[in-house]
């Protein structure tokens, strides 16, 4: 009985390297495909093909990256760009009600993608003539 509870024990590092998936490259992805949830990522190891768990900065989580698909990346919590809000290059902005609320869109640079912002409170957001910005009123 023990022999056989050995070998089991000697087969089970062996099956689950065999279940994990073979990769080749740099490539890398969130656990569960979900944004802004672990503080973990999992990265190819070139030499054995395999995936590794890393872990992210203190403080941060992983992200797709959306300027390179197949790559993840880490971020503060609640970073990332907004899903539909589109992309976006440089320090833009743009209100999400113009004159009627304070809440408007800024541009996050590492992401290209906007992400939720607001004016002071009591101030409405306004889109600047040029349309690249806003100013709080």
Request: with cysteine; aromatic share 10%.
């Amino acid at each position: 009985m023990v022999r056989i509870a050995a070998a089991f024990l000697a087969l089970t590092p062996a099956l689950a390297m065999a279940s994990m998936p073979y990769c080749e490259g740099n490539v890398s992805y969130c656990p569960n495909g979900q944004n802004n949830v672990s503080p973990n990522y999992f990265q190819c190891n070139n030499y054995s093909h395999q995936y590794e768990s890393m872990a992210c900065p203190a403080g941060q989580v992983c992200f797709a990256n959306p300027n390179k698909p197949g790559y993840a990346m880490c971020g503060l919590p609640g970073t990332g760009g907004i899903p539909g809000a589109g992309k976006c290059t440089g320090n833009t902005a743009k209100c999400v009600s113009p004159g009627q609320t304070g809440n408007y869109l800024q541009c996050e640079n590492w992401s290209g993608q906007y992400v939720n912002a607001a004016c002071p409170a009591g101030l409405k957001c306004y889109n600047n003539a040029a349309g690249n910005g806003v100013y709080c009123q």
